[in-house]
C-alpha cells in the first residue's frame, strides 16, 4: 500500500507524462500543419493539466515540511520556521526573498539574521543549494 506522500508523487510522475506527450503532440501537428484546430485544443489541454501540477509539488513540500518538524525538534525558533514554511509554500527562493517573507510572518526581519539561519539549515542537510542562487528544501 503506498503512502500520501508516494501517491502524490506517483500522480505528479503521471502529470508529468501527459505533459511532455501533450507537448509531444501539439509539436507533431504544429509541424505538420494539417489540423491547426487541434493544436490550440491541445495547447488548452496542456495549460489545463499544468493547472494541477504546482498544487501538487506544493502538497508534497508541505508534508515534507511537516514531517522534518516533527522528526526535528531544535527547528522550534521562529525564523527558521517562517524560511521553512516559505520554502514549501513557494518553492526555491534566493536570500532577498526569504528575508520579505520572514519579515511577512515575523513582522520583522533582518537579511544578515536569514542568511546565517540559512547557512545553520544548509549545513544541517535541512535546505539545499537550488538553482542559481536559490535554496529549496531537502526532498
Do not use: F, W
Amino acid at each position: 500500500m503506498l503512502s500520501g506522500v508516494d501517491e502524490l508523487k506517483e500522480l505528479n510522475d503521471k502529470l508529468e507524462a501527459v505533459m511532455h506527450r501533450l507537448d509531444y503532440l501539439e509539436a507533431i501537428l504544429t509541424e505538420s500543419r494539417n489540423y491547426p484546430e487541434l493544436t490550440g485544443i491541445l495547447r488548452d489541454l496542456r495549460v489545463g493539466a499544468g493547472l494541477y501540477g504546482e498544487p501538487l509539488k506544493m502538497i508534497q513540500r508541505l508534508i515534507g515540511l511537516r514531517r522534518l518538524l516533527e522528526r526535528e525538534s531544535d527547528l522550534r525558533d521562529e525564523t527558521s520556521r517562517a524560511i521553512l514554511n516559505a520554502l514549501a509554500l513557494k518553492g526555491p527562493m534566493n536570500i532577498s526573498a526569504l528575508t520579505r517573507e520572514v519579515a511577512y510572518a515575523k513582522g520583522k526581519s533582518s537579511r544578515v539574521t536569514v542568511r546565517k539561519k540559512i547557512q545553520e539549515l544548509l549545513s544541517e542537510g535541512i535546505i539545499k543549494k537550488a538553482e542559481g542562487n536559490n535554496y529549496c528544501l531537502t526532498e
